[in-house]
């Protein structure tokens, strides 16, 4: 054995070029065969390995079950040299119906559901092909596509699949990159098929008319598409964006007035068990205080009932609430970055995707054609060699009979080609019969004209588009809106107007008694107190507003500078001890004082009156004040205050001053306003006012006492004109001149 010299050479490089070099090569390999979709068949290598060595293994829909573990071994062995898991996790998602729009694998066993639970190891689940499958398969024998040779060269792949049906939108793809990613929601078949058409009958289509035929994706999943039209169509023009999608919900009608909510769709790519769980959680942590309870009752169909807290919560309330703090409401990216029939990746828009599409369909088109002709041409030859026999029938019986060498001399005497001749000599002796001949006949004519269709549709581009049309049409058929697997299933809803969660509505509805000093020193004790004598105060304070309420109401305080101030029962402390003082909790002044503290009614109103006897009536909601500073109703002078407030109840106003006189007038004397002085209620000549209150004629005038509420019905003679004097109050009238509205 010569000796053989080995030579190397050693190359310098530098090593930041040598690793960008190696790290760009992986990127465009991560890139094209593993993570972008290609924009014709919408597939990814391992997806199109799956369906290809699926269809090598004969599991047509018609044809039975093979275990997926043949499947899988199948595809790492020959065509996708990977980790076994990675390549089934692919498979399952390409069965499971909740996960794929269309499924291109119908999966027999556990292949997970939508709860999150995976589905069985590979040795005990089984599948086979879809039709919608077996659609993206069609023609492959044709040579319909190109095949390359697998990692070891000992088997042939598709690059990609002919792709009858637009797969790339009708089951989206996700995936990440180097240095980029993909993630196209699914679309309705039915709807992608009418853009389709569209775009052949008129190819400068604009976008805006493509999305009124292509309005939104369509998930498995259903569940309702929230998005506004102008950003929908923006999206599907840039091929960048994304999609508000809602759980669809219902309200079920119980017994007594109450209600509960029921989830019966929930949004795509959501794992029902891990939803449940986190409605779960915020609930026990008390973010949910609009919800009372949760149930799953889910079985086939997704089940989630909401119970309220309360029901005179709103559903929509409720919803709006769970719709910000849980899955029940997602956003659903677009990113159409996909790799070109040049193989280079780009963020297409819609009318892109389409039109890739159609060249597709145009080229798998003419490659099958062509296959067809060659097909069409390799009979007619051998048809034409059986015609020639036909006609000299005893003298090819001779030659095939007496010469050793046959076809040569077939080849000379009858100017046949190789092929002809083979055929004839390999010719069964049954074929000989005279109804033979017509039948080769029959086929010569009906070949010879489908070639001629067939070369008049290679040379027109028209007839072209009309082909195509048609096999749209038919795949339309086969998958659209009037099938069940083509019904849309996602609604395409109404942007949602904004809901307003009201603050009250957010906390928890408990009794308090709210107690307040003479020296303005508030509490609220739970419940609803009935002895209020036990209720102790600080040495040389005394109990001066007590009154019934509940955690949820707004307390009103009126004070002498003519300002409203607004707590929140749930914000007053607690009622064990003396409590706090007021002063610390709204601004109001050292040298002013409470006129009267109530529970704020919506809608109602009040009467304010200072102490120079003017007055108004004011609605309560213009007085909610939204700072701790209050809001300005009653403008008093120097010397002047705030002297009482009053509900406004009935259809007469009651006025006393300090002297003792009281007059009564109509209620509609008063004027309505925000904010001012008032008119005049009574004139003095010493002192002011003391109390106003308001009250039904018909019923008497009403005014507490130390044992109730007295009321006094001859009150005739005190009926006068607004700002007069009146006259001395009656027998039996308080002392302190108080009707004591709020005390």
């Not at 053989?4 to 040598?18: H, K, P, Y």
């Not at 004040?625 to 509900?647: F, H, I, S």
Request: hydrophobic residues 40%; contains cysteine.
């Amino acid at each position: 054995m010569a000796d053989q010299i080995v030579t190397s050479r050693v190359e310098e490089v530098n090593f930041s070029d040598a690793l960008g070099e190696r790290y760009l090569a992986y990127a465009l390999s991560t890139i094209t065969s593993r993570s972008l979709p290609d924009v014709r068949d919408g597939l990814k290598p391992v997806h199109r390995r799956l369906l290809f060595a699926m269809r090598q293994l004969r599991l047509e829909p018609q044809s039975g079950f093979k275990k997926c573990a043949r499947v899988v071994g199948d595809v790492i062995g020959k065509y996708h040299p990977h980790g076994d898991v990675a390549v089934y996790d692919a498979m399952v998602r390409l069965a499971q119906d909740f996960a794929v729009r269309y499924p291109l694998v119908e999966g027999q066993g556990n292949f997970g559901n939508i709860d999150g639970d995976n589905a069985a190891a590979m040795r005990y689940t089984e599948a086979r092909l879809t039709d919608y499958a077996i659609a993206m398969l069609e023609g492959i024998d044709e040579d319909a596509i190109d095949f390359r040779e697998n990692y070891d060269g000992s088997e042939e792949e598709p690059v990609l699949l002919p792709a009858s049906v637009p797969n790339l939108l009708c089951n989206g793809s996700a995936g990440i990159a180097v240095g980029m990613a993909t993630n196209i929601p699914p679309h309705n078949l039915d709807e992608v098929s009418a853009a389709l058409l569209h775009l052949l009958k008129f190819p400068n289509a604009t976008i805006a008319k493509l999305v009124e035929m292509v309005p939104g994706p369509d998930f498995p999943t259903g569940g309702v598409l929230v998005e506004s039209p102008d950003a929908v169509a923006e999206a599907y023009a840039t091929g960048r964006g994304s999609f508000r999608l809602r759980a669809r919900w219902e309200v079920e009608k119980l017994s007594h007035g109450q209600y509960q909510v029921v989830v019966t769709e929930i949004p795509y790519q959501i794992q029902k068990g891990r939803l449940v769980e986190k409605i779960a959680d915020l609930l026990n942590l008390k973010k949910l205080p609009l919800l009372g309870d949760l149930r799953d009752e889910s079985a086939e169909d997704v089940r989630l009932i909401l119970e309220p807290r309360n029901r005179t919560i709103e559903p929509e309330v409720l919803m709006e609430q769970l719709f910000r703090a849980t899955d029940l409401e997602t956003r659903v990216g677009l990113n159409m970055n996909v790799l070109g029939a040049d193989m280079v990746p780009r963020v297409m828009n819609l009318r892109d995707v389409l039109r890739s599409f159609l060249e597709h369909r145009e080229d798998v088109l003419v490659r099958r054609t062509k296959h067809r002709l060659a097909k069409i041409e390799h009979r007619l030859e051998v048809l034409e060699g059986y015609l020639i026999a036909y006609l000299n029938l005893d003298e090819v019986i001779r030659i095939i009979r007496e010469e050793d060498e046959p076809k040569p001399v077939m080849i000379k005497k009858w100017k046949l080609t190789d092929v002809q001749a083979e055929a004839i000599l390999n010719m069964r002796l049954r074929a000989l019969r005279r109804l033979e001949e017509v039948a080769i006949r029959e086929e010569h004519s009906s070949l010879t004209t489908e070639q001629k269709g067939l070369k008049a549709l290679l040379k027109d581009k028209k007839k072209r588009e009309i082909v195509i049309a048609d096999q749209i049409k038919d795949i339309r058929k086969r998958f659209g809106k009037k099938t069940e697997l083509g019904a849309r299933r996602t609604e395409i809803g109404d942007t949602p107007s904004e809901i307003l969660v009201p603050l009250d509505i957010m906390i928890e509805r408990e009794p308090i008694t709210v107690v307040c000093s003479q020296k303005g020193w508030i509490r609220a004790a739970k419940g609803h107190l009935t002895d209020f004598s036990e209720l102790k105060y600080k040495d040389g304070d005394r109990g001066r507003f007590v009154f019934h309420a509940q955690t949820t109401d707004k307390i009103l305080i009126f004070a002498t500078n003519g300002r409203f101030y607004t707590l929140g029962g749930d914000k007053l402390p607690g009622g064990r001890g003396h409590g706090e003082p007021v002063r610390l909790m709204v601004d109001l002044p050292n040298d002013q004082d409470i006129v009267a503290l109530f529970i704020h009614r919506p809608g109602e109103k009040v009467l304010v009156a200072s102490s120079d006897g003017r007055g108004f009536i004011v609605p309560e909601n213009d007085v909610i004040a939204q700072t701790k500073n209050g809001k300005q109703a009653l403008n008093v002078g120097k010397g002047v205050e705030a002297q009482a407030c009053a509900p406004v109840i009935g259809d007469t106003v009651a006025v006393v001053g300090e002297n003792r006189k009281i007059i009564l007038f109509p209620l509609d004397e008063l004027p309505e306003m925000s904010r001012g002085r008032g008119v005049k209620l009574q004139s003095y000549k010493d002192g002011g006012l003391a109390d106003v209150t308001t009250f039904t004629f018909e019923d008497g005038l009403p005014w507490k006492t130390g044992a109730g509420v007295r009321t006094d019905t001859d009150i005739k003679a005190y009926v006068g004109k607004r700002a007069q004097a009146g006259r001395v109050a009656m027998r039996g009238f308080p002392r302190n001149s108080r009707f004591g509205n709020y005390e």
